[in-house]
């Protein structure tokens, strides 16, 4: 079985033009020693409009590049739409789909999330589905089936063999942009949870393989607790993503891990 490397993903959601983008795009890659790219994965997702700006910056730096959404269409009359060529084309590898804002509050549906996943899958992108309960689910005891039918809809379809180019981020609603996140406990049951669901259909092998991922309020702080938890790969970060040191810091952590 192959070993399964940390990535530290940055998901800058809708903030920062193109000219601050650039800036935080280039502290990152100033302040990220190789000492922590030879250990660990670390990705960025800016807004699109910021993409082929920051492909320039993290061209042969090693860090990674990415996009926070996609169409599930391949080309055509989809006014505002972005495909996943076109994210290929100025690229970015890896592509969030799933997000909880996205769920929220552009109606995305698991079988939608389904779609977006495997379109990019088609498409080389390596893909991170996003899975999580809210806080009225956790109180009612039913997060637990939740995050199954979100993991089962969301690999619906997806051929084994494409199963190297998705991650899964554990994200609880309730701890995104609250400050609040899960104990590393907490996390880790559900990260074996998606592990079991993941073995159920694809055995062992796969599922032994997939990058799970933890979001919600990661920072400095806590970095170290969540990643060195059972079964934690990495984690996908919002707000510290859009400041290089915390970022950074929680790249150099992710490296410093067994
Ligand atoms: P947060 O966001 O780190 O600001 O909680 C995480 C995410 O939404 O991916």
Redesign the pocket.
């Known amino acids: 079985m192959k070993m399964r490397r940390k990535l530290i993903?940055g998901?800058w959601?809708m903030n920062l033009g193109i000219k601050e983008s650039e800036k935080l795009a280039s502290e990152i890659v100033k302040k990220t020693g190789s000492n922590i790219l030879k250990k660990t994965d670390v990705l960025i997702c800016p807004p699109f409009i910021s993409i082929p700006a920051v492909s320039k910056i993290l061209k042969n730096t090693g860090i990674l590049l990415g996009a926070q959404n996609l169409s599930s269409e391949n080309d055509g009359a989809y006014t505002g739409e972005i495909s996943a060529s076109m994210l290929h084309s100025a690229g970015c590898g890896y592509v969030?789909v799933g997000?909880?804002?996205r769920r929220k509050y552009f109606h995305e549906t698991n079988p939608v999330v389904n779609a977006k996943a495997v379109q990019s899958l088609k498409h080389g992108l390596k893909t991170i589905i996003?899975v999580g309960e809210t806080f009225q689910e956790r109180e009612d005891e039913i997060f637990e089936s939740i995050i199954i039918e979100q993991v089962r809809t969301a690999l619906n379809d997806i051929p084994a063999g494409k199963m190297k180019d998705v991650i899964i981020?554990y994200?609880p609603v309730w701890?995104?942009?609250?400050?609040l996140?899960a104990t590393p406990e907490q996390a880790s049951a559900i990260h074996l949870l998606i592990n079991n669901t993941a073995e159920e259909i694809f055995g062992k092998e796969i599922s032994g393989e997939l990058l799970i991922i933890y979001?919600?309020?990661?920072?400095a702080g806590n970095a170290y607790d969540i990643l060195s938890a059972e079964r934690i790969d990495g984690?996908?970060?919002?707000?510290?993503?859009l400041k290089a040191d915390d970022f950074v810091f929680i790249s150099d952590t992710a490296s410093k891990l067994k």
């Open positions: 993903a998901n959601k969030i997000h909880s804002e996003c981020a994200e701890a995104i942009g609250t400050g996140n979001g919600g309020s990661v920072n984690a996908l970060i919002g707000g510290a993503s």
